[in-house]
């Protein structure tokens, strides 16, 4: 069955940086568009950030541009997330997605693209 296994998430403070990763299994990897998606206690899931099957497009959501990026390396199957500047603003589960397209350039930036979920990782930035 396709799995999504983050790793990376923790406790930091204010202005650091952490680097997430997500290992995908069970799917054809470049098949897939891959996502990060957060969620704050008492808040919708909302989209951070994607990247097309190709590598080719990526789509940032507004909060994190210029501090978050996102890379994808198809022979390892594995999805990365490097978050800098980190702010309290950014705690929250942060959770892998990859949902299947048809277009190489096409990004998962909506819920609804979404075909499968990782269980989430837990990042919290202290002030």
């Known amino acids: 069955q396709v799995q999504l296994v983050e790793s990376g998430g923790g406790l930091v403070q204010a202005g650091d940086s952490l680097r997430l990763s997500c290992a995908a299994s069970?799917?054809?990897?470049?098949?897939?568009?891959l996502g990060w998606f957060c969620q704050a206690p008492g808040k919708e899931r909302e989209f951070v950030v994607g990247v097309s099957r190709s590598g080719g497009s990526k789509e940032y959501a507004e909060f994190v541009k210029g501090r978050f990026t996102i890379s994808r390396d198809n022979a390892k199957n594995t999805v990365y997330l490097q978050l800098n500047i980190l702010k309290p603003e950014d705690t929250a589960v942060y959770y892998c997605a990859a949902g299947r397209t048809s277009n190489s350039l096409v990004v998962i930036s909506t819920i609804g693209l979404v075909d499968y979920w990782g269980q989430g990782t837990q990042v919290t930035v202290s002030s």
């Open positions: 069970g799917l054809t990897f470049s098949s897939y568009s």
